[in-house]
């Protein structure tokens, strides 16, 4: 599915985006949407280097985060195939559960 589709909906608002801080002053300035600055701005909200909270976490912490989950689980499995009395409890992984933690 291209990116285009799954955004074709999509109402963006740009008064954050659009917001310069600026370094050492109080309260920062609007840049005009339409401008070099702004245009920039919004290319950047646009493209796969801004970080929203709608992405992803990071590649790291995934690995990370499904390592840990592994390991536990493997660890229960172990215990009880040594004591066949022992009840696991295994933890289901979701493919979102890194992104939710990482949030």
């Known amino acids: 599915m291209s990116r285009t589709y799954r955004r074709r909906r999509q109402y963006h608002e740009y008064c954050w985006v659009l917001f310069d801080w600026q370094p050492g002053a109080p309260v920062g300035a609007l840049l005009d949407p339409r401008s070099r600055e702004g245009r920039r ?18 590649r790291w912490y995934r690995k990370v985060f499904d390592r840990r989950l592994r390991t536990f689980n ?8 040594a004591n066949p009395g022992y009840d696991p409890v ?7 559960a890194a ?3 990482w949030w």
């Open 41 to 58: 701005a919004i290319a950047r909200f646009h493209s796969d280097k801004e970080v929203t909270i709608g992405g992803a976490a990071p």
């Open 74 to 81: 493997d660890k229960q499995l172990r215990r009880w195939l």
């Open 90 to 96: 295994m933890q289901a992984r979701h493919r979102h």
């Open 99 to 101: 992104n939710w933690s």
